[in-house]
């Protein structure tokens, strides 16, 4: 069985790669926060709320999609440890490309040279060291075609002239609205523990034809008609058929990350794009469905491919997911071991 097992893996590492987006290597590295930052967060985004009449969930949403960028991009995106906020406003943004003063923190100038910078905390300067002046100023910007959710949608898009970025904040908004709460970062491993399932680290490995792509996620090997849950709470955001991956769903979660099911079986029949679950909730069935035409199944044996995929702004880099899957599987069943 054990040969037959390795067999199959070398073979599946072969066939189910590929089929989704712009792929590159990246890192992942989840960050718990505290809870008391998520108190002190949503002060600063009710405050905010209340200057400019945008509910909560959408301020939230703005400063969580910022907070991705610059964890993706420390480098050019530097935030302070103890800021409350993850904007990042480059010094010329904020002061206006031909303000000569590059620091400048005068409202009325910088609106002079069209700069984003205003004073959301009340006391006359527009401080891009400063939480509330930060968070309230791209908000503020994002507000100047109207409140209403269209309005806002443009006024994203104006702001940073990429579709996706829109696409992040609405999900955002509509996770926040929906549990009326920030702290959501709980996690489950894809399959029920108590289900009969097999998985090793398979990230990187090459295909051995098609191309030099590598093989981007882990294989959970299972039966037919195990079912497949969402390991994070998040907003589906594809759900169909692929060439590659069969019927395949993609959830976005809040940290900016896309988890990707492929070769189920089928799918929750209720659920569609722009639904949103929990971590546990069943999406679908682990089959082995892809490699051709839609609704071709039983060319490799069941399995579900997991991927994860960090999006960075314009690209989206896939991550091995193998640690953070050994990872949840651990917590999860050291919980049910305490339930007992
Ligand atoms: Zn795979």
């Known amino acids: 069985m054990q040969v037959l097992r390795t067999t199959a893996i070398v073979f599946l590492i072969a066939i189910c790669t590929g089929g989704y987006g712009l792929h590159a290597y990246g890192s992942g590295k989840e960050k718990i926060a505290e809870p008391d930052i998520f108190k002190q967060r949503r002060q600063l985004y009710e405050s905010i709320s209340l200057k400019?009449?945008?509910?909560?969930?959408?301020?939230?949403?703005?400063?969580?999609?910022?907070?991705?960028?610059?964890?993706?991009?420390?480098?050019?995106?530097?935030?302070?440890?103890?800021?409350?906020?993850g904007v990042f406003v480059s010094e010329q943004r904020w002061s206006g490309e031909l303000n000569p003063e590059g620091g400048d923190s005068n409202p009325a100038s910088i609106r002079f040279f069209h700069g984003i910078g205003r004073d959301g905390s009340g006391d006359g300067i527009a401080d891009r060291g400063q939480d509330e002046d930060l968070l309230y100023s791209v908000v503020a910007q994002a507000l100047l075609g109207g409140s209403s959710e269209d309005d806002f949608s443009i006024g994203l898009w104006e702001y940073y002239h990429n579709t996706r970025a829109v696409q992040r904040i609405m999900q955002f908004a509509k996770l926040?609205?929906?549990?009326?709460?920030?702290?959501?970062?709980?996690?489950?491993?894809p399959l029920p523990l108590k289900s009969n399932y097999s998985f090793r680290s398979t990230w990187g490995n090459s295909r051995g034809w098609g191309?030099?792509?590598?093989?981007?996620?882990?294989?959970?090997?299972?039966?037919?008609?195990?079912?497949?849950?969402?390991?994070?709470?998040?907003?589906?955001?594809?759900?169909?058929?692929?060439?590659?991956?069969?019927?395949?769903?993609?959830?976005?979660?809040?940290?900016?990350?896309?988890?990707?099911?492929?070769?189920?079986?089928?799918?929750?029949k209720k659920l569609k794009a722009g639904d949103i679950v929990r971590p546990g909730?069943?999406?679908?069935?682990?089959?082995?469905?892809?490699?051709?035409?839609?609704?071709?199944?039983?060319?490799?044996?069941?399995?579900?491919?997991?991927?994860?995929y960090r999006d960075r702004g314009l690209v989206e880099w896939a991550f091995d997911p193998y640690p953070l899957l050994r990872r949840w599987e651990r917590d999860e069943s050291k919980a049910l071991r305490s339930k007992r």
């Open 52 to 85: 400019t009449g945008m509910e909560w969930p959408y301020v939230a949403a703005v400063d969580q999609y910022e907070r991705t960028m610059s964890q993706a991009h420390p480098k050019s995106r530097p935030i302070p440890k103890d800021a409350i906020t």
């Open 211 to 268: 191309g030099k792509r590598i093989h981007e996620g882990t294989d959970i090997f299972a039966g037919h008609g195990v079912p497949v849950r969402s390991t994070s709470y998040g907003v589906i955001e594809m759900k169909g058929w692929n060439a590659y991956g069969g019927w395949r769903i993609g959830i976005r979660d809040l940290n900016n990350l896309y988890h990707y099911y492929a070769h189920l079986s089928g799918f929750d």
């Open 176 to 189: 926040y609205k929906s549990f009326d709460r920030l702290e959501l970062s709980g996690h489950t491993f």
């Open 281 to 308: 909730q069943v999406v679908g069935w682990v089959g082995s469905s892809g490699y051709g035409r839609p609704g071709t199944q039983g060319k490799f044996p069941p399995h579900l491919h997991y991927g994860i």
